[in-house]
Every structure is written in C-alpha cells, then in structure tokens.
C-alpha cells in the first residue's frame, strides 16, 4: 500500500495568514505516461462528509475559492490557504488515487489561532 | 442534481454483519457509467477506502479489508450496497458512499459524497 503522510499533524494559524499543510507519499504517484500527479486534497467541517478541493495535485474543483491551491509532485505535496477564512476551520486529508488501495493521509486539523 | 444517501442499521452485534446501502438519486448508475465507492471514518479519526464497484458489478476491494467485504449494485433500484461480516468493535464508523469522478475508472477522486450513516458494533 501506498502511504500517506500528512505534516503537520495540526495547525493554528491566524485570520487573513497563509496556512500551509504538507502531504508525502511513500512511493511516487506521478504516472510518466499522462504527466499526472494523483493526488487530491479534500476539506471535512465537523459533522460533515469530505468535499473535494484539489485533483491532480493541482486543479482546482469547481465552486472551490482560489485562495486554496495545491502543488507538487512524485511524493511532495502542499495544500496551501492564502488568507485564512473562518469557514476553512476543519480536517484536511490528501488522497492518491495512483493504486489500489486508494490511501488518505492521517488528516490535518486546521484552526484559527 | 446528483444525491447520495446512505442508510444502515444504526447498531451491529459483534460478529454478526453490517449491511449499509446507498441510494443515488438524480443520475442512473448504468448510464452513468461511474463507480462508486464506499469510505468508512471511526469516531474521531480518519477516512479508509474500502472498495469500489462499478455498474457491471466489477469491483475493487481494500486488501485489508477484502476477506470480509462485499459490495454490489443493483441498477434497478439504483442503489449501491456494502456487507462487512464477522464485525468487531473495532469496525465502528461513519459509513460514506462516493462517486469516483470520471466515468469508466476507478483510479480517480471521489467528488461527490453522502452525508453517512453512523453504525456501532455492540453488544
């Protein structure tokens, strides 16, 4: 299995700074043949289900505000939040999706300091 | 609109088995051509992919978890079901069912998600 490995385990992180979430697999998802990184980013607010953020490393989803992007590739990842919110308070989880079994990292648990 | 909603039993006895469905509503799961999988997150932790499975009945299962698991689909309902036998405390958790986003593959994120259905492993 591919492992996932989430830095740091929790962050605090004051309204309108840069918040930033690492994310290290233990073999590379990058498949050389399309140039694709499979790496996702997804957001969970207590109580609620998951909601994708960022495919491909870094595509952003539709609907997704552009202060998150993502970068990165081969096993080094970031998840980065240009001016913290007060509705980006939650756990943040990367996916690969390069093989079987699909594996998140352990998550990240955003708040405001 | 595309709705996932998963419903359980809500209790499970040790060793007996937890059945979780999922009903998609606004798409048919045989034109659709998606997969769709099943994640499961204990009280307080993370999220597990379990498996995937795609109209044709084809599946995909976690290793660890494969031994105990059967997901089917059945497109006349248009639901999605999860059996997890010889349970254990230990397989506690929010139940999650997921659309893999682009139709025909299961090596793709999962973009649409239900709210869950909690179920609890307990005497």
């Known amino acids: 299995d591919i492992v996932m490995t989430q830095s740091p385990d929790s962050l605090a992180v004051s309204l309108g700074e840069r918040a930033t979430i690492n994310c290290k697999s233990s073999q590379s998802i990058l498949y050389t043949s399309n140039n694709n990184n499979y790496l996702a980013w997804y957001q969970q607010r207590p109580g609620q289900p998951p909601k994708l953020l960022i495919y491909w490393a870094s595509t952003r989803e539709s609907g997704v505000p552009d202060r998150f992007s993502g970068s990165g590739s081969g096993t080094d990842f970031t998840l980065t939040i240009s001016s913290l919110q007060p509705e980006d308070v939650a756990v943040y989880y990367c996916?690969?999706?390069?093989?079987?079994?699909?594996?998140f990292g352990q998550g990240t648990k955003l708040e405001i300091k | 609109q595309l709705q996932l909603q998963e419903s359980g039993p809500g209790l499970v006895k040790p060793s007996e088995t937890l059945s979780v469905t999922c009903t998609v509503s606004?798409?048919?799961?045989?034109?659709?051509?998606?997969?769709w999988a099943w994640v499961r997150q204990p009280p307080g932790r993370g999220l597990e992919w379990i498996g995937s499975?795609?109209?044709?009945?084809?599946?995909y299962y976690s290793p660890s978890l494969k031994s105990r698991v059967t997901i089917s689909v059945d497109t006349s309902k248009n639901l999605i079901s999860l059996d997890l036998n010889s349970v254990t405390a230990a397989d506690t958790a929010v139940f999650y069912c997921?659309?893999?986003?682009?139709?025909?593959?299961?090596?793709?994120?999962?973009?649409?998600w239900g709210q869950g259905t909690m179920v609890t492993v307990s005497s």
């Open positions: 499975v795609y109209y044709t009945g084809s599946t």
């Open positions: 606004g798409d048919s799961i045989s034109s659709s051509r998606h997969y």
């Open positions: 996916l690969q999706y390069f093989g079987a079994p699909h594996t």
């Open positions: 997921a659309r893999h986003r682009t139709s025909a593959t299961a090596y793709d994120v999962f973009d649409i």
